[in-house]
């Protein structure tokens, strides 16, 4: 029997029923009073989400084209910024401004580490730079970087900070204006727990005079173009937008307030802690720092002589539930498992037994239940060691 | 009670049971056979639909985002083009060549005019130049432009031809190799009738060459990017794909290769037909030039005393079938009827049944029945005057 493979990768995340079942209803004419009210309520969602009062808009598109919109808005070809690269979406956004020619100073970490606001001011200080681009949670590694403390030098230094939030808005606290972040994007398949194809990007004024100013060439991403269409008495699209994703994400947006942003925060706390107990229990390392904050992804270090790639194959084949390995230089070294969206606590104990399972398999020595034990714990408890 | 409101505008279209089911679905996770086989199966139909031996690519944006891709993958800042103008699309194709600061030559025509192939080549011939951006359907006024004339202009010349095929393909006979066109752009939300969110790509291997010399910078819309994932023994995508709706999109496909593409082509041409005898049995005056081509949108011209913009929001309001405005210099003087798509005969005389109606409730003299009968006669003869 064909059944569906049960996601524990950091992204597409579960999807409720709600949700299939919006994007499976009729469309909603993307002109006119009911997909203005639908986008009008979206945008406010993600407005709360994000904790801004700036602007957010979403275009059709994976989180990847948010973060293009973000370098081809603020800045124009030469613009000095600097990418702190600790793993492969901080490799991304320097790709991103590598091809729209700006002049790209990054800070290369180890993958796993976290990046320190102090490199940050340092490499600013170095030279007249436009912004810093960053990721808050490196969905490669799990690690989520402080850019709280990263705003601080942005501020002080009067240099832009644009922030790839895709695997963390919703997963753990996030807040925009109070961090003075001048870009934020994510996504619709992260926390929210709706299918991929919408990217949203929160907007500060310090950004749109930024925007003013950009000579990169932008059409399909131009913010301008969007921000005009929403301000219209109707809201609309500038051009025609994926209309059953935002019903499917209209809906993913009413049961995440249904438990309301702190519950949800600590449901993905808790789970997380959960994880991490449970796979110490086995035996098995942890991977990154920081992990006390690394609430979305949690990433593992294979064990000796098990291949981190054949792990992640054979629980997938074995047990139909799909993890994520390791990128880059992590590869085979490493395997993650997600836990930002829809899920309970059923979910993660259904996969550590999986993973308990396919390690003995393996011929790694697991104390079956041991895993499982651990991550009930910390559940019960309602609160852990981190 | 609530409705789902009926669209007969030019996008998107009546969407089938089968592709909701499909978008409302477990997702098919986008790294592994599965996603594989589906992204293989979609771009081989597509590839048969546009009629070429070479590749297709399939982006998450709306149309807009396919032309912006042509634009930065074959031109470098300078560039000549030329960019005959004959309505809203031809502008929106001119507008991001501009934005990608290429040398924009527009070719300007009363909307509603036919581009005329002598007058392209004349434009290519004023000075060096590089391509060629037009509309084969221009969605604004119905008009089906003669690309196979301009494709002998182009190749003739040694030129790059890139066409807007968003409205025309699967509605009307395309040939992309056999025309010359090096670059073909559509979108799901049209002839196939999936959701928006969709934009497919065709591209010649003269088109390729130009993608290698080109500097304008783009990374979501870089060609190379998909083109190296879909080459991997595993097809998949290099930024997670809006995987629910390539669910409905194969599921569209499947729907319209039942039929296959000479039954459907001449299904939308004898609804064409039909829209056309019925406007005229009605006393109306149908609007732009090679209306025998037209089968994808029929324009037709607001009677004496009635604003086409009133007329459409009063068929909307009173019988929940939605039709689209005219657009720029056409607003309030034409209003448009999609017919391209899931339509069957009886969405036809439908959709006339209740323009009858609203017609005569706005005082123009209405021979009640008239244009269902003209209609009708189309239909069952199979054939028609054109």
């Known amino acids: 029997m064909d059944r569906p493979e049960i996601l524990m990768a950091p992204g597409p995340t579960p999807v ?7 994007q499976g209803s009729p469309l909603v ?69 590598r ?35 960053v990721q808050h949670s490196e969905t490669s590694t799990g690690v ?37 972040i001048d870009v934020a994007v994510s996504g619709s398949q ?9 990217a949203f990007v929160a907007i500060s004024e310090r950004a749109w005079d930024a925007h003013r100013e950009a000579t990169s060439p932008r059409f399909y991403f131009d913010w301008s173009l969007y921000k005009e269409s929403y301000d219209l008495p109707n809201p609309e699209n500038p051009f025609t937008p994926a209309i059953s994703l935002m019903q499917g994400l209209a809906a993913a947006l009413r049961l995440y307030y249904q438990d309301g942003v702190e519950a949800v925060l600590e449901r993905h706390r808790l789970l997380s802690s959960a994880v991490k107990e449970g796979i110490r229990a086995l035996g098995l390392d ?9 609430w979305a992804v949690t990433s593992v270090r294979a064990p000796d002589g098990i291949d981190g790639n054949q792990l992640v194959a054979r629980v997938r084949a074995d047990h139909g539930i799909i993890l994520a390995p390791g990128q880059g230089p ?13 899920y309970q606590p059923t979910d993660i104990l259904r996969c550590l037994a999986a993973l308990e399972m396919t390690l003995a398999d393996m011929g790694f020595p697991v104390k079956r239940g041991s895993g499982v034990a651990a991550a ?11």
């Not at 091809?99 to 030279?127: M, S």
């Not at 992590?330 to 993650?336: E, M």
């Open 330 to 342: 992590l590869k085979g070294k490493v395997f993650r498992i997600g836990h930002l969206g829809y």
């Open 190 to 198: 992260k926390a929210l727990s709706a299918t991929p194809g919408l």
């Open 144 to 180: 989520v970087h402080d850019v709280e403390a990263i705003g601080r030098v942005t501020r002080e230094a009067g240099v832009l900070l644009a922030v790839d939030a895709v695997s963390s808005l919703g997963a753990v606290p996030f807040e925009a204006d109070a961090w003075g």
């Open 99 to 133: 091809a729209y020619r700006l002049d790209v100073r990054t800070i290369d970490y180890e993958w796993g580490r976290e990046v320190r606001a102090e490199d940050v001011a340092e490499a600013v200080a170095e030279a007249p730079t436009k912004g810093v681009l």
């Open 286 to 294: 942890l991977f990154g720092e920081g992990l006390e904050r690394a």
């Open 29 to 97: 004419y993307h002109r006119g009073p009911g997909y203005g009210a639908l986008l009008r309520g979206v945008t406010e969602d993600l407005r709360r989400l994000f904790r801004t009062e700036g602007d957010v808009l979403v275009f059709t598109s994976s989180g990847t084209g948010g973060l293009e919109s973000a370098v081809a808005n603020l800045f124009s070809p030469g613009d000095r910024v600097v990418v702190p690269v600790a793993g492969y979406f901080g490799e991304r956004f320097a790709g991103i401004a």
């Open 376 to 386: 009930q714990e910390v559940l019960s408890a309602g609160a852990s060691p981190g």
């Open 16 to 22: 409720p029923p709600e949700v299939f079942l919006a």
